[in-house]
């Protein structure tokens, strides 16, 4: 059984900074990535960024330059930090797990942004 539990979402102006942040807990092993998707209301869930095991990272492109995504092996976490937010990055970011080929889901956090 695999865990994943996000926090750091919130509400935050248009121009702010929010960081996001996702431990994965349970039974772990060899794990192939971590990343970050959002689902803004009526729309599909997308992929923002993600991270292999071996620290490469592919990022959505409209949020390329304002979003970086890392990761803590040691502590199977992994972190979204969000510059320069904008009305249109509210959403539920969902953290993802990938592991021997199967996907795990946490709750999501909610990230809005008052323009």
């Known amino acids: 059984q695999v865990q994943l539990v996000e926090s750091g979402g919130g509400l935050v102006q248009a121009g702010g900074s929010l960081r996001l942040s996702c431990v994965a807990s349970?039974?772990?092993?060899?794990?192939?990535?971590m990343g970050w998707y959002r689902q803004a209301p009526g729309k599909q869930r997308d992929l923002v960024a993600q991270?292999?095991?071996?620290?490469?990272?592919v990022y959505e492109d409209y949020v390329k330059g304002r979003f970086t995504i890392s990761r803590d092996g040691a502590k199977n976490t992994v972190y979204l930090q969000m510059n320069s937010l904008k009305p249109e990055d509210a959403a539920v970011y969902y953290c993802n797990l990938i592991m021997r080929g199967v996907s795990y889901w946490g709750q999501g956090t909610q990230v809005t942004v008052s323009s």
């Open positions: 349970g039974r772990i092993s060899s794990m192939n990535a």
């Open positions: 991270i292999t095991i071996g620290g490469s990272a």
